[in-house]
């Protein structure tokens, strides 16, 4: 199944010029299974998908297990102090192996006790041991090629993205001083939202809902008006969103960071699903995915610097993210309805300070979903 007529003719028309008026994506861009379909294949399964953080795995045999992109997962730090992110499925009849978190000396699977070390190789299977031709070595758990970045744990399940470091030539100058490696989680949350992935991915990376949608609580901080977009690459965009005049900033921030830097926060998305909006002490970021053409997961949480927890803040700053999170999901409950009208038709995007990351993710759709056919 590939996409309708409409979107590709869109997306073709994007792929060749970048002099066209920027407009919004057909409606059947945002609720077409044949559409979803390419974009799990070719964006998300070879790309590179954020699956939590490194911080929330400190100790040696720490593990969280989620489901992401229909796959089963367990993150773990191994005996060597390494992340291993592999495959919850059991080698030998296909059970889950994990649920939930905590800490083990080893994996072992519930239904016939096979057992596996931290880092996916089976130590043991009971009985199987004399079954002619019995492998060992063909029996280690799936693990998947992993890329750590300021904390946030990225993998690349097919293998065949290019490195994580070529996808975003260029971003780490506008991240390193906020050290989000230095921040940490405080609780992060898995929720389904009968959306498609796009709109919340596309809403969190946009400005020009700010002032609009979050009156009274994005709004005094950072209002539309001084969003400024910044230079895009081949796998990411982003912009910075400048505090209003009347609020007094973030205290608690790195020293590293510059004047500008202490006085915004810094909007980044790296394609497909990872986007964040990094303040100078915290920050809250979303890891979105596809569960098919009408419904996303998001994987999301706010992390912050120790100086946030010593002062009482972490569980506010976890709930005033809550607040704008659940006025974004009301406003796009809106949206996905009336992207399934036939009238629902193809709009005219904001100047890009305001909608110009917008513009950015779809040429970067466009160029992944049609560079191999034109
Ligand atoms: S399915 Fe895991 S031990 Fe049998
Ligand atoms: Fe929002």
New binding site residues.
Partial sequence: MSPPADTQAALAELHKATDITPRSMPPSFYNDQGMVSEEIEQLFINGWVCVGRADEIPEIGDYYTIEMLGEPLIITRDKTGDISVLSNV?R????Q?LSGTGNNKRFT?P????SYELDGQLRAAPLVDQTPGFDKKQCHLPSFRKHEWYGWIFINMSGKADAFESHITGLNDYVKNYHPEEMRSIEPETENWPINWKCLAENFMEGYHLTPVHRHTLHPMTPTRLCEKVPGGAGYTGYKSHYSEQFSGRKQYHPDMTEEERSQSMMVWVYPGFVAAISPNSAVYMSITPRSATELQTRWDVIAREAVFESGEAAERLEFARSFNKEDRDRLLDVQKGLASRYASRGYLAPPDYEGTVWDFYHYVSHKLLSTTT
Avoid at 92 to 95: C, E, K, L, N, T
Avoid at 111 to 114: F, N, Q
């Fill in positions: 059991c030998h009849r296909g059970s192996i699977c239904y016939h006790r096979w």
